[in-house]
């Protein structure tokens, strides 16, 4: 039977863990195929623009990459038991923890894969060599990884990963797993029975990087099993399956989770829409680099500099949207909550210049 969708994508790929379990929990007709030499040349190149994964194809000849358009493209056409709360508190979170997931996590998820490449240097390699040459030995394939791993390895310092920053990235991440785990052993998602689009920004660094790559999976399974059942959970789920709670409810378990969330990154994501904002007034119409210089961020407590990483304004904008379209009777309780997590300032922000994504590029252009 032939399949209805294509997913071009890889194990040891950040954000292909979000795309693939999203597709298994759907329970969709699709397959998945690694994106070999061949593939980026004659596939993904030339409908995408650039080597990225995952890319999703559809068997009528359309071509979906990132995965936040990917999930909504398929929720659009499969829209049974969805992945998007529909009430407002809910919503939000799950939208923020998406944000978190996709654009902070990236941090930790880097520096346990990189810092710590002697303790898993073999591994590591040969996936890196495995997805480009599939059918090469293993030996070839290390050698192959130790090509073209090297533009991955290259980024590590500009996230902001280096001696001075790394106790506390450490920090941060043996804490959030800590709360993570506290959470897991109550509920098998982050809103309930059922995934939300949180759970689906969370499983892209906690699996790829963070509970398969060897030393760190090791800390999750010794320090937070249950954090490691959520990723088996997300990555084998009972499809079509679940219920969020009720009545709105966000647990407890989240708020301090939310809480570092608000106090680390949303300072770093205010920061880049005022570079986005002042990049567009001096380039009006154009398109914004990926890239915008350097700037301070925190974590774990300590302070480092970091890329100014515009694309991170197009991820908040998706929770920003959501709370600026609630009813005032329903903002009051979302606002509640933000007073709580010590959310609430910047979810006030007037954006000057919203942004928006432009097929074929990976940049982005004001809205």
Same mark, same amino acid.
């Given at each position: 039977?032939?399949?209805?969708?294509?997913?071009?994508?890889?194990?040891?790929?950040?954000?292909?863990?979000?795309?693939?379990?999203?597709?298994?929990? @759907?329970?969709?007709?699709?397959?998945?195929?690694?994106?070999?030499?061949?593939?980026?040349?004659?596939?993904?190149?030339?409908?995408?623009?650039?080597?990225?994964?995952?890319?999703?194809?559809?068997?009528?000849?359309?071509?979906?990459?990132?995965?936040?358009?990917?999930?909504?493209?398929?929720?659009?056409?499969?829209?049974?038991?969805?992945?998007?709360?529909?009430?407002? @508190?809910?919503?939000?979170?799950?939208?923020?923890?998406?944000?978190?997931?996709?654009?902070?996590?990236?941090?930790?998820?880097?520096?346990?894969?990189?810092?710590?490449?002697?303790?898993?240097?073999?591994?590591?390699?040969? &996936?890196?060599?495995?997805?480009?040459?599939?059918? /090469?030995?293993?030996?070839?394939?290390?050698?192959?990884?130790?090509?073209?791993?090297?533009?991955?390895?290259?980024?590590?310092?500009?996230?902001?990963?280096?001696?001075?920053?790394?106790?506390?990235?450490?920090?941060?991440?043996?804490?959030?797993?800590?709360?993570?785990?506290?959470?897991?052993?109550?509920?098998?998602?982050?809103?309930? /029975?059922?995934?939300?689009?949180?759970?689906?920004?969370?499983?892209?660094?906690?699996?790829?990087?963070?509970?398969?790559?060897?030393?760190? @999976?090791?800390?999750?399974?010794?320090?937070?099993?249950?954090?490691?059942?959520?990723?088996?959970?997300?990555?084998?789920? &009972?499809?079509?399956?679940?219920?969020?709670?009720?009545?709105?409810?966000?647990?407890?378990?989240?708020?301090?989770?939310?809480?570092?969330?608000?106090?680390?990154?949303?300072?770093?994501?205010?920061?880049?829409?005022?570079?986005?904002?002042?990049?567009?007034?001096?380039?009006?119409?154009?398109?914004?680099?990926?890239?915008?210089?350097?700037?301070?961020?925190?974590?774990?407590?300590?302070?480092?500099?970091?890329?100014?990483?515009?694309?991170? &304004?197009?991820?908040? &904008?998706?929770?920003?949207?959501?709370?600026q379209s609630l009813a005032p009777d329903e903002r009051q309780a979302v606002d509640e909550l933000l007073h709580i997590i010590g959310g609430y300032e910047p979810m006030q922000v007037k954006l000057s210049h919203p942004v928006k994504r432009k097929k074929g590029q990976l940049e982005l252009v004001a809205e």
């Amino acid at each position: 039977m032939p399949y209805d969708y294509t997913l071009y994508a890889a194990e040891l790929s950040y954000f292909s863990g979000k795309a693939r379990c999203y597709m298994r929990y @759907k329970d969709l007709n699709w397959e998945e195929q690694l994106p070999s030499k061949e593939i980026q040349k004659t596939i993904i190149l030339p409908n995408i623009g650039a080597p990225i994964i995952p890319v999703l194809a559809t068997a009528d000849g359309q071509y979906i990459q990132d995965t936040s358009d990917i999930i909504d493209f398929l929720e659009a056409r499969h829209p049974g038991h969805p992945i998007y709360p529909d009430t407002p @508190k809910q919503k939000l979170v799950a939208l923020l923890l998406e944000l978190f997931g996709d654009e902070w996590l990236v941090i930790p998820a880097m520096h346990y894969r990189w810092s710590y490449l002697d303790q898993q240097y073999d591994f590591i390699m040969g &996936q890196f060599g495995s997805t480009s040459s599939p059918n /090469s030995s293993h030996e070839e394939q290390v050698a192959i990884g130790e090509k073209v791993s090297q533009q991955f390895r290259g980024i590590v310092p500009v996230l902001g990963v280096n001696e001075q920053t790394i106790p506390g990235i450490e920090l941060a991440h043996m804490k959030l797993l800590a709360q993570l785990d506290t959470h897991f052993s109550k509920y098998d998602y982050l809103l309930g /029975s059922r995934p939300s689009i949180g759970d689906f920004g969370l499983i892209g660094p906690l699996y790829a990087h963070l509970g398969r790559d060897p030393y760190p @999976k090791a800390l999750m399974q010794e320090h937070a099993p249950a954090v490691y059942r959520w990723v088996e959970r997300m990555n084998h789920p &009972q499809p079509l399956s679940g219920e969020f709670l009720p009545n709105d409810e966000v647990p407890e378990t989240l708020i301090p989770i939310l809480q570092t969330l608000s106090a680390e990154q949303l300072p770093d994501v205010l920061d880049v829409i005022k570079h986005n904002a002042a990049w567009l007034d001096e380039n009006p119409g154009g398109d914004i680099p990926r890239f915008l210089g350097m700037h301070e961020f925190t974590t774990g407590g300590i302070t480092g500099e970091r890329w100014i990483s515009s694309f991170s &304004q197009w991820m908040f &904008q998706r929770p920003l949207y959501h709370y600026q379209s609630l009813a005032p009777d329903e903002r009051q309780a979302v606002d509640e909550l933000l007073h709580i997590i010590g959310g609430y300032e910047p979810m006030q922000v007037k954006l000057s210049h919203p942004v928006k994504r432009k097929k074929g590029q990976l940049e982005l252009v004001a809205e």
